[in-house]
């Protein structure tokens, strides 16, 4: 029979073995100690609900206005938080929808986009829903993860970094950032854990000499995700630059996604962001300081260098793979992390915990795993 869907999913993948040993634990009403958790309205984050409520309510006042960038004042407000020009801000509803307007607007199907592994596996999905063929390359290890060869050729339309990336917490530095320039091909640079950097300046990838897309959004800047606002930050030369933002406005008025209310409050919503992404901050600070100290006791693990974000990747002896060492820590110590291979880290010898895990559970559960 012929299918009644397109083939630009995998909408019958298989469950992996870690999820389904996962949902068989707490369909027994066993323990799980979570260090995956990256939802802060979940990580028993302080939020100030009252204030946030306010804002949205006086916002839901607003009438409608269906501007496809965005209204002109959100766009103004984001422009001087970003320290960038107005026109330079394209509203989205999210980053997903952000990479889905560039897909659109820099490919047609079949057509590549370049991105580094290990990354979160989100692009993956997204690539496929527009038709475009993802081509990795790597990032490896050097004391730092830096990026390697980049295969670029006639068929590459644009090139995906994220900086800082997902898991590995590093930044794309200006040496690798004028690399990439020199093809001459768009940069999307996703930079939604930006604001959550160990490092000062924290690197942005927005040029001159080359079109470039920097993605944010409320989701991690401001420990906001279902408040559905982010945004593209234009870069380039000017003329390339003023033919992308129209060509942006055609693709967003199809879909005018935005939420007026969420735009309107916005200038309100970014410092109420500020005191939430502090308080994460805090629990990624106190989670990293106690997973230094702890690790010490395990000279065969390695915690690997983190530039920015809310991840923590560990090294550890490759004597089984990443699926068989996730299995056994959860189904022995009732502990769940992220194998490596969920990342596309490139051999086996990889663990993935989350810092913005809440304090008690991060501590239990990483005594658990280091005790294993």
């Excluded at 339309?157 to 091909?185: H, M, Y």
Aim: hydrophobic share 45%; glycine share 6%; proline share 8%.
């Amino acid at each position: 029979m012929t299918s009644l869907f397109s083939r630009r999913a995998h909408w019958s993948a298989p469950p992996n073995r870690l999820s389904l040993a996962r949902d068989a634990r707490r369909a027994q009403n066993l323990p799980i100690l979570d260090l995956t958790e990256s939802n802060p309205t979940r990580a028993q984050i302080a939020y100030p609900l009252a204030e946030l409520a306010d804002a949205m309510a006086r916002a839901a006042r607003a009438p409608y206005d269906p501007e496809p960038l965005g209204l002109r004042s959100a766009r103004a407000t984001l422009a001087n938080h970003l320290g960038c020009e107005a026109e330079d801000v394209v509203i989205t509803a999210s980053t997903s929808e952000a990479y889905s307007f560039l897909f659109k607007l820099l490919t047609d199907p079949g057509d590549a986009i370049l991105t580094a592994t290990p990354s979160y596996p989100l692009l993956e999905h997204l690539a496929s829903l527009e038709q475009v063929t993802l081509r990795p390359f790597p990032l490896e290890f050097h004391r730092r993860w830096e990026i390697a060869d980049v295969p670029v050729d006639a068929a590459t339309r644009a090139i995906v970094v994220v900086s800082p990336n997902n898991p590995t917490g590093s930044f794309v530095t200006a040496s690798e950032q004028d690399a990439l320039a020199k093809f001459g091909v768009p940069i999307i640079s996703d930079e939604v854990f930006r604001d959550y950097a160990f490092v000062d300046p924290a690197p942005t990838v927005v040029r001159e000499d080359v079109l470039t897309f920097a993605l944010g959004g409320l989701s991690k800047s401001a420990g906001l995700p279902h408040f559905k606002l982010g945004w593209i930050r234009v870069g380039g030369p000017p003329a390339a630059k003023r033919a992308a933002i129209e060509g942006l406005e055609l693709v967003a008025d199809n879909f005018l996604s935005v939420a007026t209310p969420v735009q309107v409050a916005l200038p309100d919503l970014l410092p109420l962001g500020a005191q939430i992404r502090d308080a994460i901050r805090g629990r990624i600070a106190s989670n990293l300081a106690h997973l230094q100290t702890a690790i010490r006791a395990r000279s065969d693990y390695q915690l690997l260098p983190i530039e920015a974000g809310w991840s923590a990747v560990i090294r550890i002896p490759r004597t089984q793979s990443d699926e068989e060492f996730a299995l056994d820590l959860l189904e022995r110590h009732g502990v769940l992390v992220h194998p490596g291979y969920f990342f596309d880290f490139a051999t086996d010898g990889y663990f993935v915990v989350s810092l913005l895990t809440p304090p008690e559970t991060f501590i239990d559960g990483l005594e658990r795993t280091l005790a294993s």
